[in-house]
């Protein structure tokens, strides 16, 4: 490799002893922590002699670090050793020598990244605040836990967990010692991160921590978290739980853990070396897909908000009675089993479902999407695996639609109603039935749009739309008069 061009911070290139690689010296004063145990060697210039050592957990200083090493970087000491005689040398990684990271750049009030640690100690105190010195345990962590962190200050690293101590109701964080050399106990925590963390980034989201949301899981059986928006079940949080989500997108958020296909990561003891760490994602709402509201977003309440009411099944049926009979007007046939016949669903399979009691389209969409629709829909008397896949691929416009619907609230609330109406038109060209509570509610939200522009006939369309099929709504009527007016007086 020919020798780098000097640069303004170095008038040298010298040679390195027994690796005969050139390098340049640049400027740059950071600090880092020793990660490898139990010791790393400083040398007195890249793949030098060794002069001293520095043990697991200590902290160097640096002024300067190599450029153009193609085997690793190296970092210079502002500690000199020999009398003062040399400044020491340390690598950063030791991929050039089989062994893995080495030092890590310490970035003081590091706030954003998730880091994940795993306790080295039969067990280590949790702190309110990141302090020994009359700071209250909030809580602990045994040898071989994994935790992760999204904030790192003077040696402590605060975890994206919540606890909760005696005679206060709202949460509080926790902050564990990295090294525990001051209270003689050694090193406390090691970066842990196997190969198999997540790699994809989902919907746009990447790995950010620190921007922590709050929600209580709401419905009375629980919510599932998924590996993905839709995709395979990993596990179920209670009613009562209060969800820590470092991202909400599209109606979706993600849960500030790790999981694997059988549940949450707790402990690094019971994970085998190639087990895959999954993301873990919650549906927020739900209710335009038949089921419970899911989530409500916590505001310091010392207990969870009850669950929202739920129809009755005299009012469903009245509902679906009206909605199929304006269809029937229309010389429309969305009855359920027309549209699995359509589908190309077999007669025995409609058979099955009708004698589960799912005749309804809204409420096969429910079904489907509560949890794993081939778990769910086994209990219906589903037995094929062909039958199952099918029927959820019926339902997955519908979840697409769901989105781009939440995407059009999110512009509403931003006052963009133009662009809000655009996608929620684009919602409704998604779904096959415009008569679904999902069409409906877009069908609304665009009126609602449509007003905010000044065309109170495109609002007042878009709710006499609303009212066809659903006539008792009562947001639908009482709009239906404002549009009216509005029409009415030439606005």
């Not at 000097?6 to 005969?20: N, T, Y």
Request: charge should be neutral.
């Amino acid at each position: 490799m020919p020798p780098l061009p000097s640069s303004p911070m170095s008038s040298h290139v010298p040679m390195i002893s027994g690796r005969g690689q050139p390098y340049q010296e640049k400027v740059e004063t950071a600090e880092y922590r020793v990660v490898h145990q139990p010791t790393i060697a400083v040398r007195d210039r890249p793949w030098g002699t060794v002069i001293a050592s520095k043990k697991g957990g200590e902290l160097v200083q640096t002024c300067a670090r190599s450029v153009g090493l193609p085997e690793g970087t190296w970092v210079k000491t502002t500690e000199t050793f020999g009398g003062g005689a040399a400044h020491g040398w340390m690598l950063v990684h030791g991929k050039a020598i089989n062994l893995g990271q080495l030092l890590d750049k310490v970035e003081k009030g590091r706030m954003g990244m998730v880091v994940r640690y795993q306790v080295m100690v039969p067990q280590t105190d949790l702190r309110e605040r990141p302090a020994l010195a009359g700071v209250p345990v909030v809580g602990t962590r045994k040898r071989g836990a994994i935790i992760r962190t999204d904030q790192e200050l003077n040696g402590w690293v605060r975890l994206q967990h919540d606890f909760y101590v005696t005679g206060k109701a709202e949460p509080l964080e926790g902050w564990c010692q990295i090294s525990g050399s001051a209270i003689g106990q050694g090193m406390i925590l090691q970066r842990w991160e196997p190969s198999n963390t997540p790699a994809v980034v989902i919907g746009g989201v990447s790995a950010q921590g620190g921007q922590t949301q709050r929600y209580w899981v709401l419905a009375a059986e629980g919510t599932v978290v998924r590996e993905r928006p839709w995709g395979r079940v990993l596990t179920t949080k209670r009613r009562g739980f209060l969800l820590r989500l470092d991202a909400v997108r599209d109606g979706w958020g993600r849960l500030e853990a790790d999981f694997t296909e059988d549940g949450q990561v707790e402990s690094a003891e019971a994970l085998e070396e190639d087990t895959l760490l999954l993301e873990g994602w919650v549906l927020l709402d739900g209710r335009d897909l038949g089921l419970p509201r899911q989530c409500q977003k916590f505001v310091r309440e010392k207990v969870p908000p009850a669950e929202e009411a739920r129809r009755n099944l005299d009012e469903l049926a009245a509902r679906r009675a009206a909605k199929h009979a304006c269809h029937a007007v229309r010389g429309e046939d969305f009855t359920l089993a027309h549209l699995l016949r359509e589908a190309k669903v077999s007669d025995e399979v409609i058979a099955q479902l009708a004698s589960a009691g799912v005749d309804d389209l809204d409420e096969l969409i429910a079904i489907v999407s509560r949890g794993d629709h081939h778990e769910e829909l086994r209990r219906c008397g589903i037995s094929k695996l062909g039958a199952r896949a099918k029927l959820a691929t019926l339902v997955q416009p519908y979840w697409k639609a769901l989105s781009i619907k939440e995407q059009g609230n999110a512009q509403y609330k931003d006052s963009r109603f133009e662009d809000a109406a655009a996608l929620y038109s684009r919602a409704i060209e998604e779904l096959p039935c415009s008569s679904t509570d999902l069409a409906l509610n877009c069908y609304a939200n665009r009126a609602a749009c449509f007003q905010q522009m000044r065309e109170p006939r495109l609002a007042l369309t878009d709710v006499q739309h609303v009212l066809r099929f659903d006539p008792t709504n009562a947001k639908a009527l009482a709009r239906r008069t404002v549009y009216e007016n509005q029409v009415a007086g030439g606005m």
